[in-house]
């Protein structure tokens, strides 16, 4: 059975950090691009951060260049979102996903909740 379940979530001040973990299983996470989505109510969902499979290149929304970076360890199947300077735009529910060997979204987690308090 394939799962990517994220942690890490919470309630942060405007200004703080949080770090988001997404563990993957049932799949060859190592050979798959990965990458963090985030929707937040009324509004459509933006790809804020992916990485390629050997983790050697990224890319990142220009809203959060220069906040967040985006990690892997494939080792343990995990992937990591770092926020730092947390605004209150950046609340939303966070989300992971994995994309094929095409670029095609094949699986995603169900989420974790980031909210910023101004």
């Known amino acids: 059975e394939v799962q990517l379940v994220e942690s890490g979530g919470g309630l942060v001040q405007a200004g703080g950090s949080l770090r988001l973990s997404c563990v993957a299983s049932?799949?060859?996470?190592?050979?798959?691009?990965m990458g963090w989505y985030r929707q937040a109510p009324g509004k459509q969902r933006e790809l804020v951060a992916a990485?390629?499979?050997?983790?050697?290149?990224?890319n990142y929304a220009d809203s959060v260049k220069g906040r967040f970076t985006i990690s892997r360890d494939n080792a343990e199947n995990t992937v990591y979102l770092q926020m730092n300077g947390l605004k209150p735009e950046d609340t939303a529910v966070y989300s992971c996903?994995?994309?094929?060997?095409?670029?095609?979204?094949?699986?995603w987690g169900r989420g974790t909740q980031v909210t910023v308090s101004s």
């Open positions: 996903y994995a994309f094929d060997p095409r670029g095609v979204v094949h699986y």
């Open positions: 049932g799949f060859t996470f190592s050979i798959d691009d």
């Open positions: 990485i390629n499979s050997g983790g050697g290149s990224t």
